[in-house]
C-alpha cells in the first residue's frame, strides 16, 4: 500500500515539476549553462560576499539538503525498490544522518524564519478579503511590494511543520511508552510523514534552484 | 486398510489389525460431552500366542500374562487411530516431519560417538539404520523415553528376529505411560525391562499394581525355543525367564482392576521424557530453579498440547498449521494465545487467560526476524554456551543415570540461530518450507566414524565401530564422568588405520565440524564438510515470565557489541582436545558479523541521537509557536487598526 502510493505520489510530483517547467520555463536558466551548473553548485557561497552568518547559514542549508537526500535514498530504496522494510547497512546511514538532518532543520527554522515570513504581497487575494471585512482602505503598498517567493515560504513552513512529527514519531517509538499498536502507528506516521516531506523538499529545492538560477 | 511401510527393506508396520480401522467409533473414541472423568474398572486382557486378543486376566491364572495395553484399552479406544500420533508415528516415512526437533543421540565415549538419529527425516539426523540398528535394537536402547508404539511395533522379515520378537514381544503402546495419573505408576520401570527386551511385560511392569522379574534376552540368547506362552523352568537356575505378579488386592470380585486414567495427562508425565537440565550455575538441584512461567501460573502442559482420540497433538510452533490437520494447530501457538489469530472471525485472544503482551518500546521488525522463543524461552544468554541434559539424551529419571555434569552426550544450549525450514513433505527428499527466524536451540556436534565413498559419508555401524576401535583406544584414560576421553591426532590415526582394515571404502572420522581423513602418505588431514554440521533444535520451554524476557531491561541486552546474542560463544564439542574450540552465535544467524557489530556500536550514540533530535524538535516547535503567536498578533493589530 505504501509502496504503491510513494510510486504515485513521487511520480505526480515529477510530472507536475516537469509540468511546471514546459509551462512556465525558465529562459534565463538555459543561457550560459555552464556558467549556471557551477553557479548552482556553489549557488549559496560563491554568489556574492557573505558575511560569517550567511556562510554558515548557507553551509547548514547544503548539509541539511545532503542529508535529506541520503535518508530519502535509504528510507525510500528499500520500500519502493526492494519492497521491504529498511535494514541492515541502510538503516545504520539512515540513523546516522537523521539527527544531523534535525540539527540542520533547527538552525535554518531559527535563521530563516524571519526571512520566510508572509506578508500581504503573497497574497493579495487575502488583503482584498482582509480589506473589505475589517473595512481598511488600501494604502497600495502592499500590492506594489515584490513577492518574494510564496512557494518557497511555503515549503519552508511545511517543512518545518513536517519535521516535527517525522521526527518525534521515531524518537517516542524508541522509549519504552508505547507498545506494539502504537509502534505499528507510530512507524505509520513516520513513513507518511516521510513521503509528504520529501515530497515538499523537493518541490522547495525545485523553487530554490529555479529562483536561484532566475537572478 | 491402511498399510504404512517403511523404505528399509524388512520392515513393515506391526499388525495389520492395527491399523485396520472401521468408521465405528468406540466407547471412548467420542465423549458424551461430560467434563467428569471417566472411571476405568475394566477387565485385563492379553494378548495370545497369534497375536490376537487373548483371555481375560484373572490373578490365578497360569501362566500369568502382562496385559496387553492394545486389547485392554483397545477395547474401547481406537487402538489403530492412536497409534498414527504423532508420539507413535516417527517411523512412518508418510508423516510429514514438521519442524526439526530433538533426535536420538547414540552416544559412547569409549569409541568417541554421539551421533543425532531419528526416524523422522529432519536434516542432520541418521536414520538408526544407518548406524546398524534394528528396530528392536533402537527400542532397546531408547524406547525407555518412548510412550512405547513406532520401533517397537515395528515388524519384519528376518527370521531369527521373527523368533526374538516371538519371545519379546512387541512394545505396544504404553497408554499408562501418559494417561495413568496414579503416583506409584513407575515410568522409570520401563527402561530395565527394554534393557531386558521385556517388550511385552514393560507397560504391566510400569504400573501400580505388577512386578516384573526375569528376562526375555537371557531366553533369547540361551533358549531359542522358548515360549512364553508355554513357559517351561530353563536349564541354568541364574536365567530367569520374565514372569509377571499382580497384586491380588487390585482385582475386585469380577476380576476387574482400576486403573487412575486421565484425559488431561498430569505435567509430571510429560516431565519424564521432556525435563531439562541447564547446566548454567554450579548448584543445579531442581529447587534452585523455576519451572516454565506457564506451569507456575497454574497452566498444565496439554492445555497447550493438545489432541484428541488420533493423539496428532499440537507442537505449538509457528507455521505449524501449514503441516498438522489437528483442528487446533492454529490458535495453539505462542502468538495466537497471546495476541489472537488475524483473520479469525471470533476473538481468540486471552486463550487461557493469556495475557496480551505490550512489547513497549520494542520495533515491530523483531516479530519478523525473531521468535517469540528468542525473548522468552530458554536459559537467558551468556558469554558461552553451557551444556544442557535431556531426559532423552541421557535417561534422566532412570536407574543409575549418570547425574556428573559432563556426562555425553554433551549438548549445549541456548544458540541463537536461524531455524531449519520446517519439514513440509517428504518424497524421497525431504520439501522444507521456509521459517527463517532466529531461534534459541540446542546442539549437537556430531562424532561418528564413517567411510566415503563418491563424496558419499555414510556412518559405520556401530557394532563394527565398538569391535574395531574400542582395543585400539583401550589405553586412553576415559574419565569416570562419563565425559570424552582426550583424543590426539595420534588416536585419530590409530583408528581410521584399524577401520581401513575392517570396512570397505575410505574410513574418516566426523568431529567438531571437520571430517578427518588419512591422506596417502598416511598423515591425518582435516576439512569442513557439510556432514560434520551441527545438528540444532529449537528451544521451546522454559518460558521466562515477561519481566525476565531480553530486552526488558534495554536494546543493549542484544545489540551490544560484545551481546552474547550475537558474540556469544559457542563451544565445538569434540573428544579430540586439539578441535575443542569456539565459534559465535552468529555464524549461524544468517548476518554479516560486521554488520552486527556496527549495529551494536550504534547504540551506544543512540542516547546522544534521542537528546539531539529532542532538542531540535524542542526548537522547530519554538520556532513555529513563536512565528504563529506572531501570526496572531498580526492578526489582532490589523483586527484593532479598524477600531
Known amino acids: 500500500m505504501f509502496r504503491t502510493i510513494s510510486i504515485v505520489a513521487f511520480a505526480v510530483t515529477v510530472g507536475c515539476l516537469a509540468l511546471n517547467c514546459i509551462i512556465s520555463p525558465c529562459k534565463e536558466c538555459w543561457r550560459h549553462p555552464l556558467r549556471k551548473m557551477a553557479h548552482l553548485f556553489t549557488l549559496l557561497l560563491l554568489e556574492k560576499k557573505l558575511s560569517l552568518m550567511e556562510i554558515l547559514r548557507k553551509l547548514v542549508y547544503l548539509l541539511a539538503l545532503l542529508c535529506f537526500v541520503i535518508l530519502a535514498v535509504t528510507g525510500f530504496y528499500p520500500t519502493i525498490i526492494l519492497g521491504e522494510h529498511i535494514s541492515g547497512y541502510l538503516i545504520i546511514v539512515h540513523a546516522t544522518f537523521a539527527p544531523i538532518l534535525a540539527i540542520c532543520l533547527a538552525v535554518l527554522a531559527v535563521m530563516w524564519a524571519r526571512n520566510c515570513r508572509f506578508n500581504l504581497s503573497d497574497w493579495p487575494w487575502f488583503g482584498r478579503i482582509v480589506q473589505r471585512v475589517t473595512l481598511v482602505k488600501s494604502t497600495g503598498e502592499e500590492t506594489q511590494r515584490k513577492s518574494s517567493g510564496l512557494g518557497q515560504k511555503i515549503t519552508f513552513w511545511l517543512i518545518i511543520i513536517l519535521a516535527l512529527p517525522l521526527i518525534l514519531s521515531i524518537i517516542l517509538s524508541m522509549y519504552t511508552l508505547f507498545g506494539t499498536y502504537w509502534q505499528e502507528l507510530l512507524l505509520g506516521i513516520h513513513r507518511y510523514t516521510a513521503l509528504v516531506f520529501a515530497l515538499v523538499g523537493i518541490v522547495h529545492t525545485y523553487l530554490v534552484i529555479r529562483t536561484k538560477m532566475q537572478e | ?216 534376552r537371557d531366553m533369547i540368547e540361551n533358549y531359542p525355543t522358548y515360549d512364553p506362552f508355554m513357559p517351561e523352568p530353563p536349564e541354568d537356575a541364574k536365567k530367569v525367564p520374565p514372569t509377571i505378579t499382580y497384586r491380588k488386592t487390585a482385582f475386585d470380585q469380577d476380576n476387574n482392576v482400576s486403573f487412575n486414567i486421565v484425559r488431561e495427562v498430569p505435567n509430571y508425565r510429560c516431565y519424564f521424557c521432556h525435563s531439562n537440565l541447564y547446566i548454567d550455575k554450579e548448584d543445579t538441584e531442581k529447587w534452585t530453579s523455576d519451572e516454565d512461567i506457564h506451569l507456575t501460573a497454574g497452566l498444565k502442559c496439554v492445555d497447550c498440547h493438545r489432541n484428541g482420540v488420533d493423539h496428532n497433538i499440537t507442537r505449538g ?139 558419499n559419508v555414510a556412518p559405520i555401524a556401530f557394532a563394527t565401530v565398538t569391535e574395531v576401535i574400542v582395543p585400539v583406544f583401550a589405553d586412553v584414560n576415559r574419565p569416570t564422568s562419563g565425559d570424552w576421553p582426550e583424543l590426539t591426532a595420534e588416536h585419530i590415526v590409530k583408528g581410521l588405520k584399524a577401520l581401513a582394515k575392517s570396512v570397505k571404502g575410505t574410513p574418516v572420522y566426523i568431529s567438531a565440524g571437520k571430517l578427518y581423513k588419512l591422506d596417502d602418505s598416511g598423515t591425518l588431514s582435516e576439512e569442513e564438510h557439510p556432514s560434520a554440521r551441527p545438528y540444532l533444535w529449537p528451544i521451546a520451554h522454559d518460558v521466562r515470565p515477561a519481566a525476565q524476557s531480553l530486552g526488558i531491561r534495554y536494546c543493549t541486552d542484544c545489540h551490544a557489541t560484545d551481546g552474547p546474542f550475537f558474540f556469544g560463544d559457542i563451544t565445538v564439542d569434540s573428544p579430540i582436545v586439539a578441535a575443542r574450540e569456539t565459534k559465535k552465535m552468529i555464524e549461524f544467524q544468517d548476518i554479516n558479523p560486521f554488520y552486527a557489530w556496527a549495529f551494536a556500536f550504534s547504540f551506544v550514540f543512540r542516547p546522544w541521537m534521542k537528546i539531539i533530535a529532542l532538542c531540535s524538535s524542542a526548537i522547530l516547535a519554538g520556532v513555529l509557536l513563536l512565528y504563529t503567536l506572531k501570526m496572531l498578533a498580526c492578526i489582532a493589530k490589523v483586527l484593532t487598526e479598524r477600531d
Not at chain 2, 494378548?47 to 490365578?60: F, V
Not at chain 2, 536420538?104 to 536414520?127: C, E, N, V
Not at chain 2, 518500546?361 to 551468556?382: D, M, Q, Y
Request: hydrophobic residues 35%; contains cysteine.
Open chain 2, 317 to 455: 510452533y509457528e507455521g505449524e498449521a501449514s503441516v498438522s490437520t489437528n483442528p487446533l494447530v492454529t490458535t495453539s501457538s505462542c502468538e495466537s494465545c497471546h495476541l489472537g489469530v488475524k483473520d479469525s472471525s471470533l476473538p481468540v485472544a486471552g486463550r487461557l487467560g493469556a495475557p496480551v503482551p505490550k512489547h513497549p518500546g520494542i520495533p515491530p521488525v523483531h516479530f519478523e526476524k525473531l521468535t517469540c522463543t528468542a525473548c522468552h524461552s530458554g536459559p537467558w544468554p551468556s558469554e558461552k554456551t553451557i551444556l544442557t541434559k535431556t531426559s532423552r539424551a541421557h535417561r534422566l529419571g532412570t536407574l543409575n543415570a549418570n547425574k556428573s555434569k559432563e556426562a555425553l552426550p554433551h549438548i549445549v544450549a541456548p544458540v541463537f540461530a536461524k531455524q531449519a525450514g520446517i519439514g513440509a513433505e517428504y518424497i524421497g527428499k525431504l520439501l522444507l518450507m521456509e521459517a527463517g527466524k532466529i531461534a534459541p536451540h540446542k546442539m549437537i556436534w556430531p562424532a561418528y566414524w564413517a567411510t566415503v565413498e563418491n563424496q
Open chain 2, 1 to 216: 486398510m491402511l498399510v504404512l511401510c517403511l523404505s528399509a527393506p524388512i520392515a513393515c508396520l506391526a499388525n495389520e489389525a492395527i491399523v485396520a480401522e472401521t468408521d465405528q467409533k468406540l466407547l471412548g473414541d467420542e465423549s458424551d460431552g461430560s467434563r467428569a472423568p471417566s472411571i476405568h474398572l475394566i477387565p485385563l486382557f492379553a494378548e495370545n500366542e497369534d497375536g490376537e486378543k487373548g483371555g481375560k486376566i484373572t490373578p490365578d491364572d497360569d501362566p500369568l500374562l502382562p496385559f496387553s495395553t492394545r486389547w485392554t484399552c483397545g477395547e474401547c479406544h481406537s487402538y489403530g487411530i492412536i497409534g498414527k500420533g504423532w508420539h507413535f508415528n516417527a517411523a512412518d516415512p508418510n508423516v510429514t516431519p514438521g519442524r526439526p526437533g530433538q533426535p536420538w543421540i547414540l552416544a559412547d565415549a569409549r569409541t568417541g560417538i554421539q551421533i543425532p538419529l531419528s526416524y523422522r527425516p529432519w536434516p542432520g539426523t541418521f536414520k538408526p539404520e544407518q548406524v546398524g540398528f534394528t528396530a528392536r535394537e533402537f527400542t532397546r536402547y531408547f524406547g525407555r523415553h518412548t510412550p512405547g508404539g513406532a520401533a517397537g511395533e515395528l515388524e519384519t522379515q528376518d527370521p531369527d528376529e521373527i523368533m526374538r520378537s516371538y519371545i519379546s514381544g512387541k512394545l505396544e503402546i504404553n497408554c499408562l505411560s501418559c494417561h495413568n495419573a496414579e503416583f506409584a505408576h513407575n515410568q522409570g520401570e520401563y527402561f530395565p525391562q527394554l534393557v531386558r527386551e521385556n517388550f511385552r511385560w514393560a507397560a504391566a511392569a510400569t504400573c501400580e499394581f505388577a512386578s516384573v522379574s526375569g528376562s526375555a
